[in-house]
């Protein structure tokens, strides 16, 4: 018994030692040299400690590195046909970037810190592999959703599954992801301006006078019509003083079946 836990620690112990070799031959001394680790995103962050907030600072400049690094990876797997999309996919990532960055890098791992001549650095990494299965399942959500609106002839009902996917579409660096001949990136946010285009909304309220304190008796009230001037249900309206100020029952409302909200 004996021998066998003694020989099960020196096996631990060098378990240990070449793991700690191993960490140690790509991660010492980063603040000089830059790790290289082909299993994760490397990205690092520096801060004067003069500045407020330092830390949160270096943090968020370390996960804009690891996205830079991402959508790189992305596109150079990713073929194009013209230097014009190439040009509106890097526009599109980079006003997208910091919802990108913080939304979707939630296994992000802070691996080291530390304070050198005034200056705060961070060192963060994201595993590859991990990353990649989290974007192909969302690429798949964008092609499921954009699959079911075409099963459907009224644009609310085209809206309710066209929405989260351009949700999701911003979410992944891919400036193409092709499904049905058609470039989603492209085709989503076209379909939704063209629906919303159509809207036609109109108001049904009454000047009216009022005292301080008590509620007005009329409510404000607003129809929404699509294209073909039937009503749009389920589309959000947001009611807000233009001027003045004032307490509303609801701020936002949704358009019932026959468009009123």
Do not use: H
């Not at 082909?38 to 270096?58: C, D, H, L, P, Q």
């Not at 002839?153 to 049905?180: G, H, M, N, R, W």
């Amino acid at each position: 018994v004996d021998i066998l836990i003694e020989t099960t620690m020196r096996i631990s112990l060098i378990i240990l030692m070449l793991f700690g070799m191993a960490f140690g031959a790509t991660y010492s001394d980063w603040t000089n040299n830059r790790p290289v680790d082909t299993e994760f995103y490397i990205g690092i962050g520096v801060v004067s400690t003069k500045e407020s907030n330092y830390r949160e600072k270096a943090k968020e400049s370390a996960i804009k590195e690891i996205s830079s690094q991402i959508y790189t990876d992305v596109v150079s797997q990713t073929s194009r046909t013209t230097f014009e999309k190439n040009d509106i996919a890097v526009t599109e990532f980079t006003e997208n970037s910091d919802f990108f960055s913080f939304s979707e890098l939630s296994n992000l791992e802070i691996v080291d810190s530390k304070k050198v001549s005034g200056e705060y650095w961070v060192l963060c990494r994201l595993n590859k592999s991990e990353y990649n299965d989290r974007r192909e399942k969302k690429i798949n959500l964008i092609k499921g959703g954009y699959e079911a609106a075409m099963l459907y002839e009224a644009d609310t009902d085209k809206l309710q599954y066209l929405v989260p996917a351009y949700e999701e579409l911003l979410k992944i660096p891919d400036d193409e992801i092709i499904f049905s001949d058609k470039n989603l990136r492209i085709e989503i946010p076209k379909m939704i301006q063209s629906i919303i285009n159509g809207f036609r909304v109109s108001q049904n309220f009454r000047q009216a006078n009022g005292k301080q304190g008590l509620a007005i008796a009329d409510s404000l009230e607003v129809r929404v019509k699509g294209t073909n001037k039937s009503a749009v249900r389920e589309v959000p309206i947001r009611f807000e003083y233009l001027q003045g100020e004032g307490d509303l029952e609801k701020e936002i409302g949704f358009t019932n079946q026959v468009g009123l909200v």
